[in-house]
């Protein structure tokens, strides 16, 4: 009888140095959120928990264990007593798989280190009792694993299977997907956003609309964003197969200006619509970033 | 195959000719595959046509003709497996590998192994040469490659066993490097062993020579005597009268399949024995028995649990070493008149191993005779004026420690170059978000055991004010706030280090002493400083032995001499080595000096309580594993030289070579004159 233990094949993406960087941290969600157990996160009804919300007059059917006597018997009217309620919350990451994210210039695919960050936040938010689930797109819903407590292992056998290989957009699939996600939870978007910033909102509106807490994660390759080719070559478009001979010298300074620019556009109409958003350059190292963001995330949490 | 003359095989470069040859004014323009090309702006780009290679099969048959000429030139050899030989011919190059390890002591087997090396010398021929090799976790090569019987038989007589565990990797790499070195035809190693499952670990890279044969000798013989081992012994320190004890309990296994009853064991402290018990115990179980506590009368107190005789002595004894726990001595140097210093003694207040022996004193207070008691000074959010800085310089240059709480009123002379880092304005995070410790590194040893999740979240810990650090050269910064400024520098200076903390160890600027990680913070960093090695009662026969560390204890000088259990003096230090290998059972004494009679350290030796297990496997798994396959010593074979006919036989091979190459160059030619037309 063979003893071996078999891992399962998406626990290469979930980084150890990741892990112990974040580990330590939580990922809550900042808007409220249904759930069906008590939780991290605010939920939008009153319920049983610690923290006190506020009084309101007793109504015939009230328990009257809830009354609060000592009002009672300082006012001599009947109160009850409303909690805030905790929840655990849906979560989920929304995955870009088109052909442009399978690009990697001197280092790490894009796509590779998109599913070490969905792998991680996945890992983190699993280890706080919360549901967990992902769907993966290009210009289609190509993989749907729906929330669950007991998703864990799912999400990580499609982070596995799942190859770039077709041309992206984000309008359609997001859509539909806004019809999978009606409860309220947290939506990580991890996408290289090759679209414009107002088509890129657009997509997102409707996910925001039903009241989802959205993180965007935008992967960029170093290449990207800096341009730092040499050699005058034919450039080929990853996704449409287009060919464009390019100098890069003199490209290279309009080039980063126009991807400042696209940047730029994206966190202030990403900002406009209460999305948080963060831009990762996949050669800077993974543990170091998202520490990083979710520290400064959960900081701006509080401070709210 | 191999090949004579490989060098030719530089030529193949020339293959390269041809190509380009087919590729002449070919532009290189590779395709540069990009995510998007929607910030790319189209500009205009001088492209030629590619001009592709035409002529594949002329090419193929150019480049064909030229690998095969080559080829030829680089002469290459056919070896065929070389013929078997029948047993008894050519002389024997023998590797006897005798086990000596404590286990053959067990009943009759070290006779019946001596007796079989001595079989196998005696069936040595006139021509053949033989090494006797002892091992048991290293190896000894007793005598290298002889043919003379006497000698062989003396070193076989001189072996005998030791008190190491046993380990047939190493053997058999020593048996394969003398193997390797010899010029005779035939090749052997004989195994004399009981065959231990433990000492077997799989292959770990043992493979003999190709053609040498591997004989195992079995000793095993059935290990139905009774067979009792002290396998550990726990010690369990308590205070009686002002005088620190130690309670001794010795865990017992009984190796054998048969119970025992009434066995006595006892228990001997400084030479003598105090205190002995009876015990029964199932066969194939184990026991513990616990003695009456012993007052540990003076440093390097030793101890000895001991059975009674049995099959397999060797491991009827277990050693160990006691001293009376001394406290790591702290100087707490505070302003004083206030709490401030309070969360720090308590820390120091708490702890057994090791356990602090604190003093405070104000900074005018502190005398050097208090310096020279202590090894480790904490400045807690204190101004230290130039002579005292002075003296600290000189205290952690030979050695000692410090830990500086940088808090509001810390302040340092700029003359003297001790801390890792200068003292800069305080930093007032009252408003808004307090500061946040993170950054850390958790390679260090006083972070290290914050590194799991959940086990200390330095994240938690709320900082209202600390003082801008600026590390020196040399400093490491441990730690950072979330603004970017250093929160733990560390600093070697010359034998000792400091710590420096950018906020204070009170309540005044910071939460941390109300955390539950602040005492473990305190002591680490603490036994850190100090460089602080828990003693340790016993080592295993095989370990190394640092002799430069065993006798580091403040004041002392470097030990120069060790006696051994059997009484060997080994000079250690200046003249001979500082690092030497137990091999013995018992007690290892280290002496400054050879005339003195007065121990530095002493170090219990015990033997392997693994190597106690009997348990036996197969031989042919080491056969297999060092062969490459089960073998008979019937299926014994050796390497037989070539003849001068045969080795021309297996050259020919170029000649055919160039034929063929010749062959295709004149095709070459028909073809392009045909292509040409």
């Not at chain 1, 007991?150 to 997907?177: A, C």
Request: overall charge neutral; glycine content about 8%; proline content about 6%.
């Amino acid at each position: 009888m063979s003893t071996e233990t078999h891992e399962i094949p998406g626990s290469r993406f979930m980084d150890p140095k990741v892990l112990a960087r974040i580990g330590n941290l939580e990922l809550v969600s900042k808007a409220v959120v249904d759930g069906f157990i008590n939780g991290l996160h605010k939920a939008p009804y009153f319920g049983a928990s610690v923290d006190f919300a506020e009084h309101r007059g007793y109504v015939p059917g009230d328990d009257i264990r809830r009354m609060d006597w000592r009002v009672w018997a300082r006012t001599d009217r009947y109160y009850i007593k409303e909690y805030e309620a905790e929840s655990n919350m849906n979560f989920s990451v929304l995955l870009d798989v088109s052909k442009s994210m399978d690009y990697g210039g001197k280092g790490i695919k894009k796509i590779d280190y998109a599913r070490i960050i969905a792998a991680c936040l996945t890992s983190l938010v699993s280890h706080q009792r919360d549901r967990v689930g992902m769907a993966a797109f290009d210009s289609d819903i190509v993989e749907y694993v729906p929330p669950s407590a007991k998703h864990m292992e799912t999400v990580l056998h499609v982070l596995d299977r799942l190859k770039p290989g077709k041309p992206g957009s984000l309008k359609e699939p997001l859509h539909k997907l806004a019809e999978h996600y009606g409860r309220r939870g947290v939506l990580v978007l991890i996408s290289d956003f090759y679209e414009d910033p107002e088509a890129v909102i657009e997509a997102v509106k409707p996910l925001r609309f039903r009241g989802n807490d959205i993180m965007v994660l935008h992967v960029l390759d170093k290449d990207e964003l800096d341009f730092g080719f040499a050699d005058a070559s034919p450039f080929e478009d990853l996704e449409t197969g287009e060919q464009v001979p390019v100098v890069p010298d003199s490209l290279r300074k309009e080039y980063r200006a126009m991807v400042q620019a696209h940047i730029a556009a994206l966190t202030q109409s990403f900002s406009k619509v209460g999305v948080d958003y963060a831009l990762f350059d996949t050669s800077q190292p993974l543990d170091y970033v998202l520490f990083r963001y979710l520290s400064s995330r959960s900081r701006r949490l509080k401070r709210r | 195959m191999s090949f004579l003359a490989p060098l030719f095989f530089v030529a193949l470069a020339g293959l390269a000719i041809p190509v380009l040859l087919h590729l002449t004014q070919k532009e290189k323009k590779e395709v540069v595959f990009f995510p998007s090309l929607m910030f790319v702006r189209k500009i205009p780009y001088q492209a030629s046509r590619r001009r592709r290679i035409q002529h594949w099969f002329l090419l193929a048959l150019r480049v064909a003709a030229l690998a095969l000429i080559i080829l030829a030139f680089a002469r290459p050899l056919l070896t065929r497996p070389d013929a078997p030989v029948a047993l008894g011919q050519g002389a024997r190059e023998v590797v006897v590998l005798l086990d000596t390890s404590y286990s053959m002591g067990y009943g009759a087997r070290w006779a019946a192994a001596t007796e079989a090396a001595r079989g196998v010398v005696s069936r040595l021929g006139a021509s053949d040469r033989a090494s006797i090799v002892a091992f048991g976790s290293g190896t000894d090569i007793l005598l290298r490659s002889t043919a003379e019987h006497s000698a062989l038989n003396s070193a076989i007589a001189s072996a005998k066993p030791g008190a190491s565990a046993t380990r047939y990797a190493p053997a058999l790499k020593v048996a394969g490097s003398v193997l390797a070195e010899s010029q005779l035809p035939r090749r052997e190693v004989v195994l004399i062993s009981d065959f231990q499952r433990s000492g077997w670990r799989g292959q770990e890279g043992t493979a003999l020579p190709a053609g040498a044969t591997l004989t195992p000798i079995a000793v095993q013989g059935p290990a139905t005597q009774p067979n009792l081992s002290v396998t550990a012994v726990s010690l369990q320190r308590s205070r009686f009268a002002n005088q620190e004890r130690v309670t001794v309990t010795a865990g017992i296994t009984n190796r054998s399949e048969s119970a025992v009853s009434n066995q006595p064991v006892t228990l001997e402290a400084g030479g003598l024995k105090v205190s002995s018990k009876t015990f029964s115990v199932e066969g194939g179980a184990s026991t513990s028995v616990t003695f009456e506590p012993v007052t540990i009368s003076g440093r390097n107190y030793k101890g000895t649990v001991r059975l009674g005789a049995d099959a397999l002595p060797a491991d009827n004894a277990f050693h160990f070493v006691v001293s009376p726990s001394e406290p790591v001595r702290v100087i707490l140097v505070d302003r004083g008149g206030s709490a401030t210093g309070l969360y720090l003694a308590q820390a120091f207040a708490i702890g057994d191993s090791p356990k602090f022996d604190y003093v405070t004193r104000q900074p005018e207070n502190l005398s050097d005779d208090d310096l020279r008691r202590s090894s480790l000074v904490v400045l807690n959010d204190t101004p230290v004026s130039t002579p005292l800085a002075r003296r600290l310089l000189k205290f952690v240059e030979q050695g000692g420690g410090m830990l500086v709480a940088a808090g509001g009123r810390a302040t340092w002379p700029r003359d003297v170059d001790l801390l890792p880092a200068t003292i800069g304005n305080p930093v007032d995070r009252t408003r808004g978000e307090a500061a946040r410790v993170g950054g850390i590194e958790y390679g260090h040893p006083v972070f290290e055991t914050f590194r799991a999740p959940r086990s200390g979240d330095f994240l938690a810990v709320k900082v209202y004010s600390y003082r801008n650090l600026g590390p020196v050269t040399g400093a490491q910064v441990l730690a950072r706030f979330d603004a970017g400024a250093p929160a733990v520098v560390e600093r070697r200076v010359g034998a000792g280090r400091v710590l420096m903390w950018a906020s204070t160890l009170d309540q005044t600027w910071t939460d941390l002493p109300i955390r539950p990680l602040f005492l473990p913070f305190i002591h680490r960093a603490a036994t850190h400083l100090v460089a602080y090695i828990p003693s340790q009662p016993w080592s295993t026969v095989g370990q190394i032995l640092d002799t430069s560390r065993a006798g580091a204890h403040k004041g002392q000088s470097v030990p120069t001499l060790v006696l051994t259990p059997s009484g060997a003096r080994l000079p250690v230090g200046g003249d001979g080595t500082e690092v030497i290998e137990l091999t013995e059972q018992g007690f290892y004494e280290l002496r400054g000096d050879a005339k003195s009679s007065d121990n530095m350290a002493v170090v219990a030796s015990n033997v392997d309580p693994a190597e106690a297990d009997l348990t036996a496997m197969d031989p042919q798994d080491v056969v297999a594993a060092s062969t490459g396959e089960a073998q008979s010593e019937a299926a014994q074979t050796a390497a037989a030289p070539q003849t001068p006919e045969s080795r021309e036989k297996s050259q020919r091979l170029w000649w055919y070579l160039l034929c063929l190459g010749a062959a295709l160059l004149a095709a070459e030619t028909f073809v392009s004159n045909r292509l040409k037309t």
